[in-house]
């Protein structure tokens, strides 16, 4: 399939910190936590170091701060072997954090505090759309300024590169904004904040996701967990099953699927191959503890799905 794919994420890094407990405390009370995980996250860098582990070229176009997670996040960004040339830590910021709860059945309840994620401006964008146009696909999520988003998809099609948004954390958007992109990938709670209704099942999903097709978009997928995932075009809608798997920790699950999703189609793959492909890889993702720690390198993906077949 000739040369690797090049992936660039516009986007989030963090540090997650991750608390597994028996259950969710209620609103006012204190409970014990089991164990406590200390680890690299962020929608954009985990969507970017999984495309990089799936063997992807990868640029990714990011603000830290200038605390100690800032250079740490860097140096494992580099140590990942993505391209971190303009990832920038600012003065008297702090970095994106987010503290994580995790329960005994593997779901996850996050608090984003963005911090430096939210000073990445559509003119630091600009500065570096030369090496942007260099990229198959440019990946972007929603834990920096909309702005920017915005910004970075008129960019991206005015090019003709391929442009993936995962709306994630769901908020409401200008559809016409993002019409541009390839494909709108969001879960259903992300589904719902964008569609304005609710997605509990295949059938809510499809009903979601070609409302969104008649107010413009062109490609969506709704990932539904344990359930699979929704695809819908012009060519109808289909579900994709999904693989079932013993689910530990689901945290960064939906970033293993963009991450993989978007380096299987870069490498030249049909949509349905790299959809299949980038569901069990996500699936995978969710039987090992913590977020870019469960991401498998791309041999081993391989040999898990040989032995699925
Ligand atoms: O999607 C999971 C990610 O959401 C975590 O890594 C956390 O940092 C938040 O961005």
Known sequence: MGRSPRIAVVGSANVDLTTFVHRFPKPGETVFGKEFHLGFGGKGANQAVAARRCNADVLMVARVGDDLFGPATIEHLKAEGVDTAHVQA???????????????????????????????????????????????????????????????????????????LNPAPGQPLDLTRIAGVDYLIPNESEAEAIGGMAVQSSKDAAACAVGLLDRGLQRVVITLGSQGALVAGTDGTRVVPPFPVEAIDTTGAGDAFIGSFATFLAEGRSEGDALERASLYAALSTTRIGTQTSFLDRAAFEKERERRQ
């Open 90 to 164: 600012i003065p008297n910021t702090s970095s994106g954090v987010a503290p994580i709860l995790v329960d005994e059945t593997g779901q996850n309840s996050i608090l984003v505090v963005k911090g430096a994620n939210d000073l990445l401006m559509p003119a630091d964008v600009d500065l570096v759309s030369g090496a942007l146009f260099q990229a198959d696909c440019i990946i972007l999520q929603l834990e920096i300024p909309l702005e920017t988003v915005y910004h970075t998809i008129e960019l991206a099609q005015s090019h003709g590169i391929r442009c993936i």
